[in-house]
C-alpha cells in the first residue's frame, strides 16, 4: 500500500502529517462512530492517532514524498469483534425492552453503551450477558450491504433512522435476521469470530442513563487470565479455595476490627500511664507548666482527656507535623509568628489548639512558644 506524505509539522511531542493515497484502504479516524481508529506504520514512523480529517500523527517527523504503509489488521480485528459485541448489545435492550441506545466509546481496554434507563439491574445485566454470548456460539452471520440513501431509506425496520451526515452510499449491517443497522465501522464476518462477551461492570450516569461497560474477544481472554492470576495469588495469601475467599476476606475485616478496638484501648490506657510521668517532668516557667512530647503517635490523642489544660501546656509532634495546646497564649498568634520570621505554615485550629504542619523542628516551635508567654 502506498501513500504521499504532503506536509509534516511537529505538534507537542508528535507530528501532524498529510496524506494522499494512492494505493490501498484508507486509516479509520478515532472516534468516528465511537470506534477506536486505525493504527500502524508510514515508512519508519509509527501512526500514533488519525484525527477526524483523516491526517496522520506520526512519531517522527517525515519528508514529503512518497511510503509504503500499513495498518495493523489485528487491532482492526479486535475492533471488528468489540463494535459487533455493541450491535448484538444494543439490538437485544431494543428487542426485549425498547431501550434505545443513546452513547457508545471504544476505549483501549473496554466500551461502554449507554442506554436512557434506570431500569438495567443486576438481572438484566446477567439475562444480556448469556444472551450475547449464545448468539456467539449461534455463529450468525454478519454481512455489510451497501445501498444508496434512496434504498436505505425504504428499509424497514432499521434500529436507528439513518444520519444526515452520511455521505454517498449506506452501508447496512445484517447481523443474522436479528438486527439491521446503518454503520460503516469494523465487523467481524461471523458472531463466532467474537468469542466471547463480557460485562465488566454499569452504572448510573447522569441521573438518567445507565452506562454498561463490556470486554470482547481477545480483551476478554486477557481479562479472564489476569482476573484468574490475581485470585491464585489470593487463594495462597488466604490459604483458602477460592469459594472461600469471600468468607476469608471477611472474616479478617472483623478481625481488624476487633484488633483495633483492642489496640485503641490499649493506647487509652498506656497514655494515661504516660501523661502521669509526662506531668512530673513539665517544665516549669514561671506559672507556666509545659509538657513537651517529642512523637506523633496514635497515644497523643488521648493526651487532652489526661492532662488539664488549664494547669498544662501541650506541645507534641514530629516530621513537620505539630500540634499545640495551650491556654497560657493565644496559639492563632503563634501561628502568625511563625509566618512573620518567613516559614510557609499550613494548618489551623482556634486560640486554644493548633495544628501546624511546617518544616522545622519542634525546640524552634518551643522557642516562639516561650517568647509569647
Ligand atoms: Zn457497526
Excluded: W
Excluded at 508510514?42 to 500499513?70: C, H, I, P, T, W
Excluded at 506523633?296 to 487532652?304: G, R, S, W
Amino acid at each position: 500500500m502506498k501513500l504521499k506524505i504532503t506536509g509534516c509539522i511537529k505538534q507537542k511531542n508528535r507530528f501532524l502529517t498529510n496524506i494522499e493515497y494512492i494505493k490501498g484502504m484508507e486509516f479509520y479516524p478515532e472516534g468516528k462512530g465511537g470506534q477506536l481508529g486505525d493504527l500502524g506504520s508510514v515508512g519508519e514512523a509509527q501512526v500514533l492517532e488519525v484525527d477526524r480529517d483523516g491526517n496522520l500523527f506520526l512519531d517522527r517527523e517525515m519528508k514529503v514524498g512518497e511510503y509504503s504503509y500499513k495498518i495493523s489488521l489485528d487491532r482492526r480485528d479486535e475492533i471488528g469483534k468489540n463494535h459487533t459485541a455493541q450491535h448484538l448489545v444494543s439490538t437485544y435492550l431494543k428487542g426485549k425492552y425498547d431501550f434505545d441506545t443513546v452513547g457508545f466509546r471504544m476505549g483501549e481496554e473496554y466500551s461502554t453503551v449507554d442506554f436512557p434507563s434506570l431500569e438495567i439491574d443486576e438481572v438484566k445485566i446477567r439475562d444480556l450477558e448469556v444472551a450475547i454470548n449464545k448468539m456467539i456460539m449461534e455463529n450468525l452471520d454478519v454481512e455489510v450491504l451497501s445501498y444508496t440513501r434512496e434504498k436505505a431509506s425504504q428499509i424497514e425496520c432499521l434500529r436507528k433512522t439513518i444520519s444526515d451526515k452520511i455521505i454517498g452510499d449506506i452501508k447496512v449491517v445484517k447481523i443474522g435476521d436479528f438486527d439491521l443497522n446503518a454503520c460503516g465501522g469494523f465487523h467481524v464476518k461471523q458472531t463466532k469470530d467474537i468469542g466471547l462477551f463480557k460485562i465488566i461492570n454499569y452504572e448510573k450516569v447522569k441521573k438518567t442513563i445507565t452506562r454498561i461497560y463490556y470486554k470482547a474477544g481477545n480483551r476478554c481472554y486477557e481479562d479472564y487470565y489476569e482476573k484468574h492470576e490475581i485470585i491464585k495469588k489470593a487463594t495462597t495469601q488466604l490459604s483458602s479455595t477460592v469459594e472461600e475467599i469471600n468468607g476469608k476476606i471477611d472474616q479478617l475485616f472483623e478481625e481488624n476490627k476487633s484488633k483495633t478496638k483492642e489496640l485503641s484501648s490499649l493506647y487509652h490506657n498506656y497514655s494515661e500511664l504516660l501523661c502521669e510521668k509526662l506531668k512530673e517532668n513539665a517544665e516549669i516557667v514561671g506559672e507556666n507548666k509545659i509538657i513537651i512530647y517529642k512523637e506523633n503517635d496514635a497515644i497523643t490523642k488521648f493526651f487532652p482527656r489526661f492532662i488539664e489544660g488549664e494547669k498544662y501546656s501541650l506541645i507534641y509532634g514530629e516530621n513537620g507535623s505539630f500540634t499545640v495546646i495551650s491556654k497560657a497564649i493565644n496559639c492563632g498568634e503563634l501561628k502568625e509568628n511563625l509566618e512573620k520570621l518567613g516559614y510557609i505554615v499550613k494548618g489551623g485550629g482556634n486560640s486554644t489548639r493548633i495544628n501546624l504542619k511546617i518544616d522545622i523542628n519542634i525546640e524552634k516551635i518551643v522557642d516562639i512558644f516561650l517568647k509569647l508567654l
